[in-house]
């Protein structure tokens, strides 16, 4: 069992919550001009780094399929909370179509992988 996809999709995310900790501002500049809610995000952001860094160990590193299906469902759920709730908070349309662009594309490509990668274990 190697779900080469879903440890993938995995890695990339921990890349991006690394990223959300090095520059945790790149979530208030998207959403808002605002400097006090700018910090607000800051603090998110790096919510997020940890969370995603956090579930990405098991979608990386876990040994079995159900310890990789749960990581990559919750990821899925989190990504689809995500937008929703980032959504509603963009100043702009062109903020709102980037976040939901990032957020669904995200759940929509881990959930590929995961039914891809399901699909070739059952063989």
Not at 16 to 37: E, I
Not at 41 to 54: E, I, K
Not at 95 to 120: C, F, I, P, Q, Y
Request: proline fraction near 1%.
């Amino acid at each position: 069992m190697t779900f080469a996809l879903t440890r993938f999709m995995s890695t990339a995310t921990a890349s991006y919550g690394v990223y959300a900790l090095v520059n945790p501002r790149h979530l208030g500049n998207l959403l808002t001009s605002d400097r006090k809610k700018q910090d607000s995000f800051d603090v998110l952001a790096r919510t997020y780094g940890g969370r995603d860094l956090a579930l990405s160990a098991f979608g990386i590193f876990g040994r079995s399929e159900k310890v990789l299906t749960a990581a990559m469902l919750l990821r899925i759920a989190m990504d689809l909370t995500d937008a929703a709730v980032l959504s509603r908070e963009a100043e702009s349309d062109e903020a709102r179509t980037m976040v939901l662009g990032a957020t669904l594309g995200w759940a929509s490509l881990n959930a590929l992988a995961l039914m891809v990668d399901r699909r070739r274990a059952r063989r």
